[in-house]
């Protein structure tokens, strides 16, 4: 399962919280589709709502598909840098597989691999046990925009946005052939 969440403020229109995520995610499948490939498992893209208040979008789909199998859960907000790499909630031997695949992204600039991720939309999933990640683009600059009326559109650079989502895919589509 690939997602981030739509859960814009009044004050943007919430283009890096979390705007960036969703389409990361839609792009994602949208480039594993383009390009042929077909994993072994499903990957399921969600779109998330109310993050911010109650996890609400969270909570539901964990009640609608919880029980279902997941061998994986990555999810998007942390804004559209650069990519870097994502964090990883598993048990160590979990979190050593994955890491053993950083080679496969020096070429997006996203081969940091690090313990320690997921995110607020698949926590239920997590707290189940199942692998969670969390993409980690460059953030440096996020909590200039973050909840605040400079996060909008013209804050995203295409590139960074692109790199992300191939990242993404890539990930989601090593997991699922797992």
């Not at 080679?103 to 997921?118: D, N």
Request: overall charge negative; hydrophobic content about 40%; charged content about 20%.
């Amino acid at each position: 399962m690939i997602g981030g969440h739509i859960d814009s403020w009044d004050v943007g229109d919430g283009s890096t919280d979390d705007g960036g995520g969703c389409m990361m995610a839609i792009e994602a499948a949208a480039l594993l589709k383009e390009l042929g490939l077909v994993p072994r498992r499903t990957i399921r893209v969600v779109l998330f709502t109310n993050e911010e208040n109650g996890l609400r979008g969270g909570k539901a789909y964990h009640a609608a598909h919880g029980k279902e199998k997941h061998v994986a859960a990555i999810e998007a907000d942390t804004g559209s840098g650069a990519p870097r790499g994502f964090g990883i909630s598993g048990t160590p031997e979990e979190v050593a597989a994955v890491q053993r695949f950083a080679p496969l992204f020096e070429g997006l600039g996203a081969s940091v691999l690090e313990a320690g991720g997921g995110g607020a939309d698949i926590s239920p999933l997590t707290k189940d046990g199942v692998l969670s990640l969390g993409l980690h683009p460059d953030a440096s600059a996020y909590f200039d925009l973050h909840h605040s009326p400079a996060d909008t559109f013209d804050k995203i650079d295409p590139d960074h946005l692109e790199r992300n989502a191939a990242a993404m895919a890539l990930m989601a589509f090593v997991l699922a052939e797992r």
